[in-house]
């Protein structure tokens, strides 16, 4: 649980100390999970929890990627959730990892269904500097990555479409290209990195072409 309290520190923004308790009193108890689910697909996702409430994901800029909210008592648990996309919906079962995070990608499947990718977040993180994860949302489109724009070295390389990877990086600004395939996304500008906060990086399927989308990583608090 530690380390998913440290995780859980570099999401929130910064407060004030009397702010910071409230919104760190109280702890979720042991063997809870933190799940978010972000919409990949070209239009708006209806996800429907038997954990939790009903959530709607449009598809315009950042409010496609959900907060992270805590889903109590993971532990040899199977959750169900069903997702609705363009009148065609799907249901899965989630296993995500006791006192851990996960995201669940919901991506276009064949003949426009959704379907569900869970991802199961990688616990490393470094105070020092800014965390980012790369996220994969393109459906068929193998070796993933993120390269410094115009010829720098890759950031991430070989990410499974419904895959995901993070690492540390300092807290500076820069151009960054995503692709998969083949294929690049227009050059994004990467900036507002700071020390000791996390952010997401997706790289999304629009029309025939490739974007990304750099979100800030929230959690809405967890009350008794």
């Known amino acids: 649980m530690r380390r998913s309290l440290l995780l859980l520190a570099a999401l929130l923004p910064a407060l004030p100390a009397a702010a910071q308790r409230e919104v760190y009193d109280p702890e979720p108890p042991r063997g809870s999970a933190y799940l978010r689910f972000v919409n990949a697909t070209g239009g708006e996702v ?4 038997d954990f939790g409430p009903a959530q709607r994901l449009p598809a315009e800029s950042a409010r496609r990627v959900g907060a992270y909210a805590v889903v109590e008592n993971v532990a040899g648990r199977r959750l169900s959730v069903e997702v609705r996309a363009g009148g065609r919906s799907a249901t899965t079962a989630l296993t995500p990892p006791a006192d851990g995070f996960m995201t669940v990608l919901v991506m276009p ?14 616990m490393n993180f470094n105070r020092a500097r800014a965390r980012i994860g790369f996220y994969n949302a393109v459906p068929g489109c193998e070796g993933g990555g993120l390269r410094l724009h ?9 990410v499974a479409p419904g895959a995901a990877r993070n690492r540390s990086v300092n807290p500076v600004n820069a151009e960054v290209a995503a692709g998969c395939g ?18 997401s990086l997706f790289l999304l399927p629009e029309g025939g072409a490739l974007r990304g989308l750099l979100a800030r990583d929230v959690t809405t608090p967890w009350r008794r």
């Open 46 to 49: 209806e996800v429907r929890p």
């Open 109 to 122: 499947g064949p003949g426009g269904a959704p379907v569900m990718s869970p991802v199961t977040e990688e």
């Open 150 to 158: 115009p010829d720098g070295p890759a950031v991430f390389e070989g």
């Open 182 to 199: 083949g294929r690049t996304a227009p050059v994004l500008r990467l900036e507002g990195l700071e020390a000791g906060q996390s952010h």
